[in-house]
């Protein structure tokens, strides 16, 4: 059985760094994407970024997050980081795991396989 662990519930202050992980628990190889999805407060779920552990390529909703984001994978831990810096109360939002089979990040943003609980990050002004 493959499952997902992420960090727990964080908080930081505007200006802050924090780095959320995500363990894959039960599986050995590194075909598979994994990454976040994000929920800001009232409004819909939204891919934010991904990264094909086998080709080692990241994938970014938008250009402007590489200023602030980075994401990361350990393939001995098969875990998944995400480095976040200069955070905004903007960035406030449920951050979600999410890994999908294969190294096909598009097939990843429509419909991955696997979820985490998710990690509420409040980003305090």
């Known amino acids: 059985e493959v499952y997902l662990e992420e960090s727990g519930e964080i908080s930081v202050q505007a200006g802050g760094s924090l780095r959320l992980s995500c363990a894959v628990v039960?599986?050995?190889?590194?075909?598979?994407?994994i990454g976040w999805f994000r929920q800001v407060p009232g409004k819909e779920r939204e891919k934010f970024i991904g990264?094909?552990?086998?080709?080692?390529?990241?994938?970014y909703a938008a250009e402007s997050l590489k200023d602030r984001f980075t994401i990361s994978v350990d393939k001995l831990m098969n875990t998944a980081y995400l480095q976040m810096n200069n955070l905004r109360p903007e960035d406030t939002a449920v951050y979600r795991c999410?890994?999908?089979?294969?190294?096909?990040?598009?097939?990843?943003?429509?419909?991955?396989?696997?979820w985490g609980k998710g990690t509420l990050v409040t980003v305090a002004s």
């Open positions: 999410a890994a999908k089979e294969g190294t096909a990040l598009l097939a990843w943003r429509i419909n991955p396989d696997y």
């Open positions: 039960g599986r050995d190889d590194d075909y598979y994407i």
């Open positions: 990264f094909n552990v086998h080709d080692d390529v990241p994938w």
